[in-house]
């Protein structure tokens, strides 16, 4: 099993800045990509980045491209979103996940764990 907590969020003005990280304990090394979705009010859970375990390989979605930077440091087992740039369509409930495959990265459904969410508002 792998345990994900996310940390964070927070209210924000558009235009400025949130570092979210995601922290993994339990069996880490089954882990192969690492990636976050979020999900706002009455709106399916879409897709925002993913990174594999060595890095070498991002992921975006379209609408954060530019904005946003995924990235990770092995040595504390945490994944970083660095969302810069926010918007009020930003606004959400971001979630790590966690997957054991090497492929699917920008499907939820491919992800094996996930973690409890954390809120990022963003005020107009």
């Known amino acids: 099993q792998v345990q994900l907590v996310e940390s964070g969020g927070g209210l924000v003005q558009a235009g400025g800045s949130l570092r979210l990280s995601c922290a993994a304990s339990?069996?880490?090394?089954?882990?192969?990509?690492t990636g976050w979705f979020r999900q706002a009010p009455g709106k399916e859970r879409e897709f925002v980045a993913a990174?594999?375990?060595?890095?070498?390989?991002?992921w975006y979605a379209d609408s954060v491209k530019g904005r946003f930077t995924i990235s990770r440091d092995n040595t504390k087992n945490t994944v970083n979103l660095q969302m810069n740039s926010l918007e009020p369509e930003d606004a959400a409930v971001y979630y790590c996940?966690?997957?054991?495959?090497?492929?699917?990265?920008?499907?939820?459904?491919?992800?094996?764990?996930w973690g409890q969410g954390t809120q990022v508002t963003v005020s107009s």
């Open positions: 996940a966690a997957s054991r495959w090497a492929s699917g990265a920008t499907s939820w459904n491919s992800y094996d764990y």
């Open positions: 990174i594999t375990q060595s890095g070498a390989s991002t």
């Open positions: 339990g069996r880490t090394f089954s882990i192969y990509i």
